[in-house]
């Protein structure tokens, strides 16, 4: 990344905070044994790993015992679902909006998928109609999965609703939340004692890639997924990420405390940036109206996804490329695909509306500038894209 790109994508990564490069710099060259050894360099980074699990453990307002280091948010996600059925056994049961680290894995197991609201948020009484179909017909379910935060639109879940559903309507199920877009909007303190499972992932809040972490509350509920030396307390095998686990600590520490601050400025920031586009561009809609809008839909202070009729992302993306301005039109992992997100169709967005989306998400390292020139960019891109369209004739 050159001085002069805009980021405009901290939903598909954050960089790091200067602090957690810091914290993770002595463990490759200094303190680099392995922490499963039994001397006392050994000891050394365990004692690390315990200090980090003890911060982490802080701010999600659970033991240090319920949080399990995993190598990516998916990995956490996986492992939630798919160890809960191996456990439980039963049905595993999403929304039609979550990511497909969890979408995908439900759908692996045959599992069911319940519809959202016109704002990506769970139908909660079809989850209810759905959780007593299964217990009249005696079946059992394992696990229910729903987002804390939607990482294309924004939304917010109201994960404690969805959970006292599921406690009243499935009292044996799981309740798992995908809380990777979370850190840096909500108290997750708030937020862990209604579920039984929890997933993070480092690099949405200014830690390093290549490390999640599970929450696993009241003692071990789920079947692993990796097996084999037995570290973390045999819930996830595998050679310590020391000098990551270290950074994603410290990362989550200072997002956390600066949380309060961060999101009155990103608001102001993320409004001026929809505002502009909607006021110098036609045909220019906010996907989800402002937080406290009209509908009263909870949306994160960094998100700014709007829909522009007449052109196709796939274009804007590229013109924007080239002007050094970094966006997306879906989640990082489905761009370059040209079907339409399956979050804006879950969400009854029409298709040819769906096909000019963009994602634009601010974060921590996001500044005044970054919205005036992405501002220019967007709407210059999206002027030079209109002024190419075909003009229809008729004959
Ligand atoms: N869940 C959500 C909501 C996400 O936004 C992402 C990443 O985009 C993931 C899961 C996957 O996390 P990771 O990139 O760490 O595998």
Redesign the pocket.
Known sequence: MSDSTVYLDH??STPMLPGAIEAMTPYFSEVYANPSGSHRFARQARRAIDEARDDVAEVLGVRPNEVVFTS???ES?NTAILGAVSRIGGVAVCAAAE?H?VLHVVEAVGGDIVPVDGFARIDVDALADLLDEHSAAGRNVAVVSV?AVN?EVGTVNDVAAVAAVVRRHAPGALVHT?A??APSWLDLRALTPHVDLLAL?A?KFGGPKGV?ILVERGGPRIDPLIIGGGQERERRSGTHNVAGIVAAATALRSTDSERATEIPRLIQLRDRLVGELVEQLDDVTETIPRAGGEFGVEKVAGSAHVCIGGIESEALLFLLDEADVCASAA???ASGAMEPSHVLAAMGVDREVALGALRLSLGHASTEADVDRGIEAITSAVTRLRSHRPTRTTS
Request: charged letters at 10%; proline letters at 0%; a negative charge.
């Open positions: 939903a598909a990516c948010g998916t996600d990511h680290a987002m990482n995908d990777v877009q992932s690099h999640g989640s990082a992992c």
